[in-house]
């Protein structure tokens, strides 16, 4: 599956933005989708993830309640959802994609970037105050 980030860009502290993951080859909704981030100088870190159906997703805690992850089958699409934002979320973006049944029993695999085969080349958030 080939995999394109969009929706990022330039907003305020406070502002929101949602990112779409679209899947330009190959179905979507056969695969765990994940949201990762990379911020300048630092690892890429787990951000949210939906199952297949979409009936399970998972926030890292420090994004809860501001983040919100989902998907559009029928549209072959995952969105992050991104509110009240700050300057720390200020990163790349990278939706991933995993076949793995782990990911969705196990948040130790489901966070991992090992656990996700193919990867879109993300997209840009920058955060203003």
């Known amino acids: 599956v080939q995999l394109v980030e969009s929706g990022g860009g330039l907003v305020q502290t406070g502002g929101s933005l949602r990112l779409a993951c679209q899947a330009s080859?190959?179905?979507?909704?056969?695969?765990?989708v994940a949201w990762f981030r990379q911020a300048p100088g630092k690892e890429r870190e787990f951000v949210a993830s939906i199952s297949k159906t979409g009936f399970n997703t998972n926030v890292v805690d420090s994004l809860k309640g501001r983040f919100t992850i989902s998907r559009d089958n029928a549209k072959n699409m995952v969105y992050l959802q991104m509110n009240n934002l700050k300057d720390e979320n200020r990163a790349d973006y990278y939706c991933?994609?995993?076949?793995?049944?782990?990911?969705?029993?196990?948040?130790?695999?489901?966070?991992?970037?090992?656990?996700?085969?193919?990867w879109g080349r993300g997209t840009q958030v920058t955060v203003s105050s």
């Open positions: 080859e190959g179905t979507l909704s056969t695969f765990f």
């Open positions: 991933a994609t995993t076949r793995n049944r782990g990911a969705d029993l196990s948040w130790r695999i489901g966070t991992s970037t090992a656990t996700y085969g193919e």
